[in-house]
C-alpha cells in the first residue's frame, strides 16, 4: 500500500493521533498500538520479500539448451529455471497476500481509533491537563521567570535551572497536545472557526485577554506572548480556565457568546436610566 493511499484510507486525524504517540506526546492506548504495529509489520514484510529473477534464469537456460545443440549432446534438463519459475510463482503469491493483508490490518487500525471528539475527551484532554497542572506547579515554586529565555535561569540556583529545563518539556508536550487537538477538532467546526474558544473559556471582552493600547484607546492589543514557553507560561498566571473542548463543546462556547439573542435596546435603556 503506497503512502499517498495510506493517508486517504487512514484519515489526516488518524495519522495525527498515531504522529503524536509515537513521538511520545501522547500515550496511545493498548489497542490502538497493536494495530498499528501489525499494519506496519505487513508493510514491512512485503517490502523485505525479494522476487528472483526469473528472466536472467529463463536467459541462462536457453544458453545451456544453445550450447547443448551446438554440441549435440541432448536437452540439459530445466530443473533450475522450474525452481525459480516457482519461486517466482510463490512471490508473486504472497506480495498478493500481504497487499490484501494490509488492507484488511488498516481497516483494523481505522476500527480501533474512536471517534475524535472521544479521542479529545478520553485521551488528550487528560494528557494536557495533567502537563498544564505540572508546569502550573513549577511557575507557582519558580515564578514566572520559567517562562523567560534561558539566560535568567542559568544565573539562578541549580534547582531553578533544572525547573526550568522540566518546564520547557511539558511546554512541548503541551504544543504537541495542542497541535493535536487543533488537527482532531478543525474538521468538525461549525461556529468557533477561528479558534476563539480552543484554549480557554472565557469571552474576547475579557479583560484578562485584552488590554488597551497607550496610544489609541479605541485600539486593542493581545498581551500574550507568542513564544510558546512564554505563552504557557502568561496562561497558567492569567487566571484564566484552561481547557480542552471538543468540537461540539467549543462551538456550542462560541454560541454560547456570541449567537445569543440581541437584548431588548428598551430594556437597556431603561436599565441604564435613561427610560
Same mark, same amino acid.
Given at each position: 500500500?503506497?503512502? !499517498? ?8 486525524? *488518524? ?10 506526546? %501522547? ?37 545451456? =539448451?544453445?550450447?547443448? %545443440?551446438?554440441?549435440? &549432446?541432448?536437452?540439459?534438463? /530445466?530443473?533450475? =529455471? ?5 519461486? +517466482? ?10 497487499? /490484501? ?14 471517534? +475524535?471528539?472521544?479521542?479529545?475527551? $478520553? ?13 502550573? !506547579? ?10 523567560? @529565555? @534561558?539566560?535568567?535561569?542559568?544565573? $539562578?540556583? #541549580?534547582?531553578?535551572?533544572? +525547573? ?6 511539558? =511546554?512541548?508536550?503541551?504544543?504537541? %497536545? ?11 467546526? !461549525?461556529?468557533? !472557526? ?9 469571552? #474576547? &471582552?475579557?479583560?484578562?485577554?485584552? $488590554? ?15 513564544? *510558546?514557553? /512564554? ?15 471538543? +468540537? ?8 454560547? =457568546? ?18
Amino acid at each position: 500500500m503506497n503512502q !499517498t493511499l495510506y493517508r486517504a484510507e487512514l484519515g489526516l486525524s *488518524s495519522q495525527a493521533l498515531i504522529s503524536a504517540g509515537k513521538a511520545g506526546v %501522547l500515550e496511545l492506548p493498548a489497542q490502538i498500538n497493536a494495530a498499528v504495529g501489525a499494519f506496519e509489520r505487513a508493510g514491512a514484510a512485503r517490502h523485505a520479500h525479494q522476487s528472483v529473477d526469473l528472466e536472467a534464469a529463463r536467459s541462462k537456460y536457453a544458453d545451456e =539448451v544453445a550450447e547443448s %545443440l551446438r554440441r549435440d &549432446t541432448g536437452l540439459p534438463p /530445466a530443473k533450475t =529455471v522450474e525452481k525459480v519459475a516457482a519461486q +517466482a510463482q510463490s512471490h508473486e503469491e504472497t506480495q498478493r497476500a500481504l497487499v /490484501a493483508a494490509e488492507i484488511m490490518l488498516i481497516g483494523e487500525v481505522r476500527a480501533s481509533i474512536p471517534p +475524535a471528539d472521544e479521542v479529545v475527551s $478520553g485521551l488528550v484532554r487528560p494528557a494536557m491537563l495533567a502537563a498544564y497542572d505540572e508546569a502550573r !506547579t513549577l511557575i507557582a515554586r519558580h515564578g514566572a521567570v520559567l517562562g523567560e @529565555a @534561558a539566560d535568567a535561569a542559568i544565573s $539562578g540556583p #541549580p534547582a531553578l535551572a533544572s +525547573a526550568w529545563t522540566a518546564f520547557g518539556i511539558l =511546554v512541548s508536550r503541551i504544543s504537541g %497536545l495542542r497541535d493535536l487537538h487543533h488537527r482532531l477538532t478543525a474538521p468538525s467546526l !461549525t461556529m468557533d !472557526t477561528t479558534g476563539a474558544f480552543a484554549t480557554w473559556t472565557e469571552p #474576547p &471582552t475579557d479583560d484578562r485577554l485584552w $488590554g488597551r493600547s497607550p496610544v489609541r484607546l479605541a485600539e486593542r492589543w493581545r498581551p500574550w506572548p507568542s513564544d *510558546s514557553r /512564554a505563552f504557557t507560561a502568561w496562561l497558567l498566571r492569567s487566571g484564566l480556565t484552561v481547557w480542552v473542548p471538543t +468540537a461540539e463543546e467549543q462551538d456550542a462556547r462560541h454560541a454560547d =457568546v456570541f449567537a445569543a439573542p440581541s437584548p431588548n435596546p428598551d430594556a437597556l435603556l431603561t436599565a441604564v436610566g435613561f427610560a
